[in-house]
Structure formats: C-alpha cells, structure tokens
C-alpha cells in the first residue's frame, strides 16, 4: 500500500515541476523577446485612453481660447464700426449747419446788395397810379429817380401819411412826407399845406439829401419805425 501511494506522490511532484518549468521557460522566452508588461494590452489600452483624454482636453482649451479671441476682435470691430457711423454722423451735421450758414450768408448777402432787403413792386408805368400817387411818381422821375423807387416811396408814405396832403399829427409833423415841423415844407412854396406838389418836391428833397435814395429812406423807416 505505502509503495503505491509513493508512487502517486512521486507522479503528481513531477507533474507540478513539469508545469513550474513550463511556466519560467514561457516567461523567459517572452523576456528574450523584448516584451514587457508595459505591452500588456490591457496597459497599452489605458496608455491609449490617457493619452485620448489629455488630447480632448487640449483641444478643449484651444477652442476655448480661440472662441474668446474670435469674441474680442468681434466686440472689437463692433465697437470701431459704431465709433465710424458716430464720426460719419457728426460730419453730416457739421456738413448741413455748414449749408445752412453759407445760404444763410448767401441769402443776407443778396438782400444788402437789392437795397437791404425791402420787397416792393415795381410799377411799369406811372399810370398804375391815380391822385396824389401819380403826381408822386411823376415828381419821382422828374427828380432823377428811376421809376423803381416808386416801389418804396409809395409804402413809405402810405405808412406816414396815407398820402393825405392834411394829414397831421401831435408832434407837430403835417403833410405828405410828415414834415417836422410843418413849416419846413414852406422852403418850396407858400402853399405847403394844401399844396401836395409843393409837398412831394420837398419829401423827395428830403430823402435824397438825407438817404440818397426812396428804398434806403423805406429800409430805415422799416427798422426804426421813423425816416
């Protein structure tokens, strides 16, 4: 019985040692090869999982920092085409207020050289007119005036007198041309109160050596109030 059981322990050691050297031989000749645990797929997986994450995460930072470059030259370039059609608005301001004082200029320029501005209609004849009016642009003419400043005698004495040859007023000033006094008027004739010839001829006396001309003495009445 003892020699069996021997034999059977005898057996199974050296099954054991037969798989033990298996095992170092197998270990050894991958050892010879150049392979090392490091090329255990299982390590190269997770080498390769490591590496992929670290990638992702770089280029996760990229696009970060490249969407925040992108966005700062946008708000840049917005913010420089806002300040544009600001400036371009102010010049078109500036380039209006500039028309609009040059016509203005232009405009005021014109009235000076028309005789300060006064509007006035110029009649084609002396006919148009009847009364103490034709006699006026008769004597007018007879003065040397052209008939053109029978456009601004004609509103100026209708503002003083109407062309009344009794108008009078409280000052003392009579007639026509509202002489003041009177009496001044008595220098071309005894008849100055009656008379509106004798009226006219020195109203336009008057005028020519005090303004020159009927539209001046018309300007200086229309912003004074007085001739």
Known sequence: MVPLLTKLACRTFAVLLLISGVAIGVHMG??????TPADDPRAVAQNDLANT????QEDTYDWHASYAKNAANQDASSKAESMADVAADQAKALDGAYKDAKEEAEEKEE???????????IPSSCKEFSGNKAAGCALLQEAGFGLDQMGCLEPLWDKESGWN??????SGAYGIPQALPGDKMASHGDDWQTNPD??????????????????????????????
């Open 30 to 35: 991958l050892t010879d090869k150049g392979i």
């Open 53 to 56: 994450q670290e990638e992702q």
């Open 111 to 121: 009235e000076e050289g028309s005789g300060g501005g006064s509007t006035v209609d």
């Open 165 to 170: 040859e009794k108008a009078s007023n409280p």
């Open 198 to 227: 004798t009226q006219i001829r020195w109203g336009l006396d008057y005028i020519k050596g005090r303004y020159g001309d009927p539209c001046s003495a018309w300007d200086h009445s229309q912003a004074n109030g007085w001739y």
